[in-house]
Structure formats: C-alpha cells, structure tokens
C-alpha cells in the first residue's frame, strides 16, 4: 500500500519497521534511494484539520514543527519536534502538540466520531 503525504515529495510505503531507529511497528518510508523519510502509521492518519476545545476561534491545522522559530505549545509549553496542530489565522499564534491534543482524539474515539 501507498500513500501520498504532505510532509513528503515522494510516494511511501507501508512496511513493518522491526529494527529501525526512525519507526517501530508499522510505518510509512520513502522507496527512494538515500531518502531515509519514515512515518509512524499513527502520524499517517492524523487528521489534516481539528476543532479544538482548547481553542474554538478558529480551527487548527496539522502542519511540522520547526522548532527554531514556532511558538511553544499553549496546552504544555513544550516545544515539539514532530507534528503540531497550529491556529488557522497566522496571527493567532495558537499551537498544541500532539500529547496535548491527544485525549481530544481519544474522546472522538470513545464518542464514535473521527
């Protein structure tokens, strides 16, 4: 199986990831030489928009995290170095990791809704 990602030019593929350093379990990897792009299933099917209860002005939009020049997160302040979901209105500077928006996805899991 394939996939197309925002967070990368080239198409990945579904592996298993016994002994990687990058992934452990299922993952995603670029088939192209010397491309040592992986990502975690789970990451694969985060979803690319969040209404967040933390933040209801405006919706958050999953996007990596560069950890030079973004904002800390507003739920622990914690910088991340993976995914995030950041405010749609640039001028907001609203962010949460992953840990942090987490328990909302759960709570969707528990409720039947995705």
Not at 37 to 60: G, N, R
Request: net charge neutral; proline share 3%.
């Amino acid at each position: 199986m394939e996939i197309n990602h925002f967070d990368h030019k080239h198409l990945l593929w579904r592996m298993y990831m016994a002994c990687s350093s990058l992934c452990d379990g299922q993952a995603y990897v670029c088939g192209r030489l010397f491309c040592n792009y992986a990502l975690h299933e789970s990451c694969a099917k985060l979803p690319k928009m969040i209404q967040s209860p933390y933040h209801t002005d405006h919706p958050l939009l999953l996007q990596r995290s560069n950890i030079f020049t973004s904002s800390n997160c507003n739920g622990c302040g914690n910088k991340s170095s993976g995914f995030i979901f950041r405010c749609n209105d640039d001028e907001c500077k609203f962010y949460l990791d992953l840990d942090c928006s987490h328990w909302f996805f759960s709570l969707l899991l528990l409720c039947g809704r995705k």
